[in-house]
């Protein structure tokens, strides 16, 4: 059986994404996340242009050092995986799986504080209804947050037979989810 992502399976002619890596249709999925994050992010732009004031009064309610350590724990997770796809690529399986168990607990450790962030607002009395800001605050990080899990899971599939082209497909989907990230967070908690 032909693995994911190896010669056999490029010859269906995918044409500009024959060079990426992974599986092509890994990267048909990242592109449509990517457009339905950015539809995201362009109504969060537009209303906070339109109530200025409501979204720097909401921000400003945000545990911005809070969101910051759980960007550093995303990113180190990235490079976990990163560094697991370099390792099923050298034929260390054991190596690969290790560094993805890596990236699945940072990344459960960023679930773990943004359930602990969601805790703090919602005692604050900061709801999904609350205002403007906090309506697409809590649908834009819940979006990204369940793409931290379907990441982690991807990841956990991927590391149980730990071939190099299985691997990279699933690390491209979790450096999707790290770079959402690094433009939900600076637009989010430190924009006001």
Sequence with gaps: MADVGDT?????????????????????????????????????????????????????????????????????????????????????????????AGAIALGALFLALKGVEYAAETAAGNGLETSTFFTLYYLLTGFHALHVLLGMVILAVTAWRAEAAAVETGTAFWHMVDLVWLVVYPLIYLLR
């Design 8 to 100: 056999a399976s490029r010859e269906e002619g995918w044409g500009v994404l024959d060079g990426l890596p992974g599986h092509p249709m890994m990267w048909v999925l990242i592109g449509s996340e990517l457009a339905a994050f950015g539809l995201m992010l362009a109504a969060l732009s537009v209303a906070r242009a339109v109530q200025p004031a409501v979204f720097a009064a909401g921000a400003a309610q945000l545990d911005a050092r809070l969101a910051g350590f759980n960007t550093l724990a995303l990113v180190t997770s990235g490079w976990f995986a990163a560094r697991g796809s370099i390792a099923a690529r050298a034929g260390r399986r054991r190596g690969a799986r290790l560094w993805l």
